[in-house]
């Protein structure tokens, strides 16, 4: 059944809102399981779809994997024997299990993963983890929709380069090369929380890794790696979100379980823009209770600059803020399908190729809008409560997908976020 939120403008979000472990860490560290025989433990996982699907796809590679959402805890058995399969019907629902690439082909010596198809934020390339998967002497081919990658007799150590710093390239390079002969330097990595969080589990499996966090990791190859327990790191970008939250709303939240330290680019800019920033005991705390924030301009880049999972949020705050500012998108050619929704909104904002110029609004004015990502669709119930009147936002599906229980969340800060059915009668084209 299709839902949508009903939002009820007008609330300043007070009070406590809680994160819990990463989407992106947490599917990623379900693959990374494959790696060793036997019973891998995660703990302090979300409870939302996308971790659903990935435990079914590791269920078709011979995986024993029992998630409790209720506790946040995922156990993945993992045979000696399993596949080397991803199937495109998996893969197009999330693609995120391109990250079962780099394991299989260390485990199994083979791996078939379909390719994803292009999505709502623009095309996005595997050049760089085939590139980086032949360097470790794999031979990879694309054949009927799937991405093959072969390394019968076992992968081997190399210097690597990566042309950009690409999450999921850094990802697949990592998990493959933890088994190859010898040793890999791979230069110019992703520095991400979730790329430090990958390397600390497999440290704990028995890797030899040093420089996760920096721009050069090195590894040392092992034959053989063990099964862990191992916590998801806190969601950074759940956190950035209720930040921004707080900052949209003129509210004031702490953010318990968010780790400023990983989002020190969003909260300085939210800080120069006139929002209180407190880290506390639990966490860190966004007020804007004073008075109207000014708007900022951002460009999104890879971490530590300010992320472009967050990019849609900064639109739905420059659009209420205080001034004109624009917002440059670096990292995906097509991720500003909220600007159209947000105009439908009543938000002055342009697109000018990857830049969006906004002159905000003291108020928008509510309307039915569609949510196109998890992100998207999270920004718009937020733009939702600075609007007047009620604001339907319609691909609930999406928010699911990212962040666990958000009405409830939502509700808890004081605001009137109800989910119901979208009786919407034709399907968007
Ligand atoms: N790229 C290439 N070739 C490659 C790999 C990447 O050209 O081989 C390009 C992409 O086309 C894109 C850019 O590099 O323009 C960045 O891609 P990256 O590989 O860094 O991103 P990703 O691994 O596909 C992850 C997150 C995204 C997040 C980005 C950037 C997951 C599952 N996804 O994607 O999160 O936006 O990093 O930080 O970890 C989300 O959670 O909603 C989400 C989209």
Known sequence: MRERFRVVGGAHLRGEAAVV???N?????????????????????????DVTIMAELLRRLGVDVVYDAR????????????????????????????????????????ADVAVPGGD??????????????????????????????????????ADIRLDFPSVGATENVLTASVLARG????????????????????VSMGARIEGAGTSRITVHGVDALSPTEHAVVSDRIAAGTWAFAAAATRGDIEVVGGVAEHLRAPLAALEDAGCQIEVTARGFRVSATDRRPRAFDVATLPYPGFPTDLQPFALTYNAV???????????????FRTVQELARLGADAQIDGHHVMTHGVPLLSGAPVESSDIRSGAALVIAGLVAEG????????????GYPRFEEAMRALGADVTREPDDAPFDEV
């Open 183 to 202: 040793t890999t330097t791979i230069d110019n990595v992703a520095k991400e929380p979730e790329i430090v969080d990958i390397a600390d589990m497999l």
């Open 25 to 49: 860490s947490a599917l990623k560290l379900m693959a990374v399981a494959l790696l060793a025989v036997g019973r891998t433990t995660l703990t302090n996982v979300p409870a939302i779809a």
């Open 390 to 401: 009620d604001t339907l936002v319609s691909g609930v599906h999406h928010i699911d997908r």
């Open 71 to 110: 506790l946040g805890t995922v156990v993945l058995d993992v045979p000696e024997r399993i596949g080397h399969r991803a199937d495109y019907e998996l893969v197009r629902a999330l693609r995120a299990s391109i990250s079962v690439l780099g394991p299989l082909v260390a485990r199994v010596g083979e």
């Open 120 to 157: 709502a934020i623009g095309s996005r390339g595997l050049d760089l983890h085939a590139a980086g998967l032949e360097a470790l002497g794999a031979q990879v081919h694309v054949t009927h929709g799937y991405l093959v990658a072969t390394a019968p007799s076992g992968l081997r150590g």
């Open 21 to 23: 472990g990463a989407k």
């Open 321 to 335: 803020a205080e001034g004109s500012a624009m917002v440059t998108e670096n990292l995906f050619e097509a991720r």
